[in-house]
């Protein structure tokens, strides 16, 4: 649905090329991402389908166990072990 956001200087794995680019690189080209398979949780490249620019929104920083921090919207969905929240 719309409204979900990440930061755009946000990076993101290319899986065609191995690079970390701002999501904001989505939004000029057509390029693939790594998508998650609900059915076996395993990665594979994938294709976006619209790149929606919504201009500036409040962000929260969310840090995993592992220290990894994604700056998104309040509602951005994200799976934990408990499920999506």
């Known amino acids: 649905g719309a409204g979900k956001c ?8 290319d899986p065609l090329t191995g690079d970390y680019l701002p ?3 989505w ?3 057509n390029r693939a991402v790594m998508t998650l398979d ?3 949780y395993a ?3 994938g294709r976006v389908e619209r790149f929606w620019e919504q201009g ?7 840090e995993t ?4 921090r ?16």
């Open 6 to 13: 990440l930061a755009g200087i946000e990076r993101v794995l």
């Open 56 to 62: 500036e929104k409040p962000l929260v920083c969310v």
């Open 70 to 85: 994604l700056r998104c919207t309040a509602n951005h969905p994200l799976l934990t072990e408990n499920g999506w929240v």
């Open 23 to 25: 999501i904001t690189a």
């Open 43 to 45: 990665l594979k490249p």
């Open 27 to 29: 939004a000029q080209a």
């Open 65 to 68: 166990r592992l220290g990894k």
């Open 38 to 40: 609900t059915d076996t």
